[in-house]
Each structure stands twice: as structure tokens, then as C-alpha cells.
């Protein structure tokens, strides 16, 4: 692995489903954050972890659920999937620190469909 | 509120020069980011702003004014490959990533 990894790449689901998005990074980063992008909006997030054991809300976090037992997987979980979830979900993570060293880099992404 | 603001959309021409604004209002200020994402990709990292001027990386640039709540993207002798959005993003007091909505450049040949 080389980075960050998100799975699966793309996924068809029924509303009410539960699902959950997969997110593995092994730069040992800190910090690991979960954003949807739908068009015309920036990236919103969604939940983030600053350290493992931790998990924070972000700005979009009703319907989505994370946890952070270890440093290299955050994944996130719709635990009842509807429609207004349709969208692209982007891992992301960044080593605490000065400089360029705070930039977040982020994995492929997830395209969600909720039917 | 927080607020990015960038435009939505340029247009320019094969081997000229573009430069994308950005105007921020937020809580705290731990520098500004621009990302390129092409479509169906992920951002990528291209730049990072904390003090005021101007940051040179080979054919980008970006500068920052923060008494303004100012900074801009420049590319120059673009390439059809530059065709991509261009996101702005300020690092809040929280250490947060705020983002604005993205700007496409269209390159015409």
C-alpha cells in the first residue's frame, strides 16, 4: 500500500441499506478525515480523527457514523442509506507539524449511489 | 459565518497565463491551500500560503494578502493537462480544512 486507500471505488445501494466506506492510509498520519463533494459545493466534512481513539464532528455529520480503533483505518458508516447521500466520498489525512507537513492528501474516493 | 469564495468557471487559451482568485472570511487563519483536481480524481496538493507574498513552484504560483482575505493561483504557459478545477482552502483556527466550492479552467488550444 502506498498511501491512502478507500474501498469500495464505486457502489449501488438501497435506501435503508447499511453501509460502510473503507479507509486505510500507511504515511502513520495523525489526523484522518472524512469529506463528501456533490457538485457545485466544496468539500464538506463530515467526521474527522486527530490521533486514533479520538473522533470528532464536522460540518455535514448527521447519518454517518466513524470510528478510529488504530492510526491506519477510519472507515465511515451509513448505518440507514438515503437518497440525499448520493454522492463522492474522499478519505483524507495529514501529519501534524509545521509547513507543508500539515497538508492533508487524500485517497481515490468512494462514488455512492442511494436508490 | 465562514465563507470561500472563487469563481466558478475560466476560460483560457493554450500557453497563456490564468490567475484564479480566491476570497476568504474565516474563523482563525493556519494558512491557505490550493488543490487541482482533474475530473473524476481525487484534489491534489499544489501550494500552501501562511505568510504574505508570493510562493513560486516552476510554472504555479500563489499568493496570499491576509489583511485582504486575498490569494490567487497563477499558471502560467498553460497546457491542455492544466484543464482541472482549482479548490481553495483555509486552515481555520481548528486546524480544519474550509474549502471553497472550486473554480474549472477550461484550456483552449
Known amino acids: 500500500i502506498a498511501g491512502i486507500t478507500q474501498a469500495p471505488t464505486s457502489q449501488i445501494l438501497a435506501a435503508g441499506r447499511r453501509m460502510t466506506l473503507r479507509c486505510t492510509q500507511d504515511m502513520r498520519h495523525n489526523a484522518m478525515y472524512w469529506y463528501r463533494q456533490d457538485l457545485g459545493l466544496g468539500l464538506r466534512l463530515i467526521h474527522y480523527?486527530?490521533?486514533?481513539?479520538?473522533?470528532g464532528k464536522g460540518e455535514v455529520p448527521d447519518g454517518y457514523s466513524v470510528s478510529r480503533a488504530n492510526t491506519d483505518d477510519f472507515p465511515l458508516t451509513l448505518a440507514s442509506a438515503v437518497p440525499s447521500q448520493t454522492s463522492v466520498y474522499f478519505c483524507?489525512?495529514?501529519?501534524?507539524?509545521?509547513?507543508?507537513?500539515?497538508?492533508?492528501?487524500f485517497g481515490p474516493g468512494t462514488r455512492l449511489t442511494v436508490l | 459565518g465562514q465563507n470561500i469564495d472563487q469563481p466558478t468557471e475560466m476560460t483560457a487559451t493554450e500557453g497563456a497565463i490564468v490567475q484564479i482568485n480566491c476570497t476568504y472570511q474565516?474563523?482563525?487563519?493556519?494558512?491557505l491551500f490550493w488543490y487541482q483536481q482533474h475530473a473524476g480524481e481525487a484534489p491534489t496538493f499544489l501550494s500552501y500560503n501562511v505568510l504574505d507574498g508570493l510562493e513560486e513552484k516552476g510554472r504555479f504560483s500563489s499568493f496570499l494578502s491576509r489583511s485582504k482575505g486575498y490569494s490567487y493561483l497563477l499558471l502560467k504557459e498553460l497546457q491542455m493537462k492544466d484543464s482541472a478545477s482549482y479548490l481553495c482552502a483555509v486552515m481555520d483556527s481548528n486546524y480544519q480544512l474550509i474549502w471553497g466550492a472550486g473554480t474549472k479552467l477550461i484550456i483552449k488550444p
Open positions: 483524507a489525512s495529514r501529519q501534524e507539524g509545521a509547513y507543508e507537513t500539515d497538508t492533508q492528501y
Open positions: 480523527s486527530n490521533t486514533a481513539g479520538t473522533t
Open positions: 474565516t474563523s482563525g487563519f493556519n494558512g
